[in-house]
């Protein structure tokens, strides 16, 4: 198994691009998630989703937004990209009906924004 | 917001020697999961123990323990004979209820950078 995959590892926008970041597992894990980490911070919650076609806001959803397509896949869309939004984003998977809630972590994402 | 403090920004301790990293949380549920990652220079999110609130005994991984303290809501991580590879930073982070109400995510503290001295 590969895990939970991310796609770019790097990338640099210019403010007001827009641009999609992928997020792909291959564990069959229902859930699915997306932090952002910024400097002397912990990982904090964008979006989640824990199922195909149900998605829900996280504790920083302003400025992105996700969709669920197929339980593999998760990405995170930014549609005009801000200064702000300079931070390393992690995507995780996680298994439902464990009742551990533990999450599974991509190599995440570095995204500047200039 | 239910939130979760490591007060501990840095503590740096010598190759085999053991070192204590504290968290504390708050939460109104009864019956929650706490975590510690580890986060090397690489930035791989690395689950090192897991707690489940309702179990008394503290959870144990080889070198690694946790001393779990339901009524003061803390949650340290104990780092046995400390290894140079257990260089990296330290998260603690707690299973966190969203609006959905599903297992949906973690609420992370801000971390603890950890030093092993040769």
């Known amino acids: 198994n590969a895990g939970v995959t991310q796609t770019p590892k790097f990338q640099v926008l210019k403010t007001g691009q827009s641009m999609t970041l992928q997020c792909a597992q291959d564990m069959n894990h229902e859930y699915m998630s997306w932090y952002r980490q910024d400097p002397g911070m912990g990982l904090r919650l964008i979006h989640y989703?824990?199922?195909?076609?149900?998605?829900d806001q996280g504790e920083v959803p302003n400025g992105y937004n996700v969709s669920r397509s197929t339980t593999e896949d998760f990405p995170l869309r930014l549609l005009s990209a801000a200064p702000s939004q300079t931070s390393v984003y992690f995507c995780?998977?996680?298994?439902?009906?464990?009742?551990?809630?533990?999450?599974?972590f991509g190599p995440g994402t570095r995204l500047t924004v200039t | 917001a239910q939130t979760v403090t490591q007060s501990q920004p840095e503590m740096s301790v010598q190759e085999a020697e053991t070192v204590t990293l504290s968290c504390t949380y708050d939460?109104?549920?009864?019956?929650?999961?706490l975590f510690w990652y580890k986060q090397p220079p690489s930035r791989q999110m690395i689950l090192v123990i897991r707690?489940?609130?309702?179990?008394?005994q503290n959870a144990t991984e080889n070198r690694f323990s946790v001393n779990f303290q339901k009524a003061a809501k803390s949650f340290s991580l104990k780092i046995s004979d400390s290894q140079l590879g257990d260089a990296a930073m330290y998260f603690c982070a707690r299973h966190a209820m969203y609006s959905g109400g599903g297992a949906d995510g973690l609420t992370f503290g801000k971390g603890t950078h950890l030093i092993i001295q040769p």
């Open positions: 989703s824990v199922g195909a076609g149900i998605t």
């Open positions: 995780a998977s996680s298994l439902a009906g464990t009742n551990t809630y533990e999450q599974y």
């Open positions: 707690q489940e609130a309702y179990k008394q």
């Open positions: 939460t109104s549920e009864s019956d929650y999961y």
